[in-house]
């Protein structure tokens, strides 16, 4: 039996095993305050597994004689929006100490909004950003007017667009009161009772389980369907192209994608994101193609020029990155917050902007036009030509900022390899970077 151990996801360490790996039982050890006790038993196949663990969303790759991968897929705490009336501020302090102690990341407002943030904009922001929603309930909230009925409602819309089935809101109750009618078809759960926070943790795994398991499905479709060497060559999706998909929503869309050279980010980080013509005066470096850069000068979008939009992508493992994937080690791509959706007149289209039969709509409620499973899919080839040239463009889907996207929407940046880490690292020392070769197209940089 296979049993690795890893540590709390936030100190960022994993313990590798040499023990070879064999379909079969895997026992998860969640290691925590020093101890090690055995959190989660699954039965799992040669591939891509999935662990929720408590508070995690965890996957790891299996090969038959390599053992575990020592590095996740995919790992983060599962994030909780706590929505309450300022009066209960006591109880919530003490929820959001014991959450976070059990490997949770919950968001209240008093700990985690930053000096200087709209909070009228952020809060939402977080609400809908969040994996669960739960809403604190009390005799004195429930009748409460302002703010917290506001956040009740935000929560309501972003509860709408979950699918059916899914845990996101949970009402709480922080003490015997009434719950309104409003929240009434959710099953509620009393935190005053003697096992009340237990059941609120249950509820919280539950969810933690579901996201990892969607996580792994589409992860063990990528593996089937991507070359050997990570660059796709076989058909990922082999659904008729008129295949209705569900559109994007806002709360699943957490950051976008800008592609520059290492040596421009200095100078991003200074004047921001800039569209083309605003960049015109600047002197940088640039990776731009001449044919898209024409094509592109020649396209109107809402009134503008693509000359006149900063341009993001929603997924940038896509062709236009593939197309650079020769010179990965000098390249890397920004991390851009969501919350550029915000800024006013920004477009979202639903493909290359400057396809020829692009559609477009205002932020945020232009997601609806995105399809999101072929604009997230990995691969993007097909038999049929046709479809595999309409695929192309919807991986690179865009969001237009006009004139610029201002630095502080700068949150990170990935590289290919260390080396170009290093690079990025003496440039922007205090820039979050995180390695993913796979994003660039690459096994194994170095």
Known sequence: MLAPSWVHPHAGAHDDTSRPARRGIVTAAWGQGGGDAPRELLACHVGTFSLSLRGAIIRHEVNVGSGISP??????????????????????????????????????????????????REIPNRLRDSDVVV?????????????????????????????????????????????????????????????????????????????????????????RDEGADGIPDRPFDPRPPDTPSLPMTRAELRELGY?????????????????????????????????????????????????DYASLYISPRNPMLFKRSSIHDRICVLRVSADVLDIPDVIITDSNAG????????????????DRDRTLAESWTHKDQIDQWRHS????????????VPPRYVIGAYVSCDKSRRSLEQLVPDLPITVDSHLFFQQGAQ
């Open 71 to 120: 590095h996740p897929i995919a790992s983060r705490p599962l994030q909780v929006f706590l929505c309450h009336a300022s009066g209960d501020k006591p109880a919530v302090r003490e929820l959001y100490k014991k959450l976070r102690t059990d490997g949770f990341r919950p968001w209240l407002d008093e700990a985690d909004l930053l000096p200087g943030q709209d909070w009228q």
């Open 135 to 223: 809403v604190c309930l009390s005799c004195q909230s429930t009748i409460k007017t302002g703010y917290v009925q506001k956040e009740i409602k935000h929560a309501l819309d972003a509860a709408d667009e979950q699918p059916e089935g899914e845990i996101f809101l949970i009402p709480l109750r922080l003490e015997t009161c009434e719950v309104p009618q409003r929240l009434a078809r959710w099953h509620w759960v009393d935190l005053f009772e003697l096992h009340g926070y237990e059941k609120l943790l249950r509820a919280l795994d539950a969810r933690s389980k579901s996201l990892a398991k969607w996580a792994a499905s589409r992860e063990m479709s990528i593996r």
């Open 259 to 307: 592609i520059a050279p290492i040596a421009t980010v200095s100078s991003i980080l200074r004047r921001g994101i800039l569209s083309y013509r605003r960049a015109e005066g600047v002197a940088r470096a640039s990776i731009a193609l001449q044919d898209v850069v024409q094509l592109r000068a020649n396209t109107v979008i809402a009134g503008r020029s693509l000359h």
């Open 355 to 370: 396809s020829k039969y692009v559609r477009y709509g205002l932020a945020p409620a232009g997601l609806a036009i995105v």
């Open 393 to 404: 463009a919807q991986k690179c889907a865009e969001v237009l900022v006009p004139d610029s």
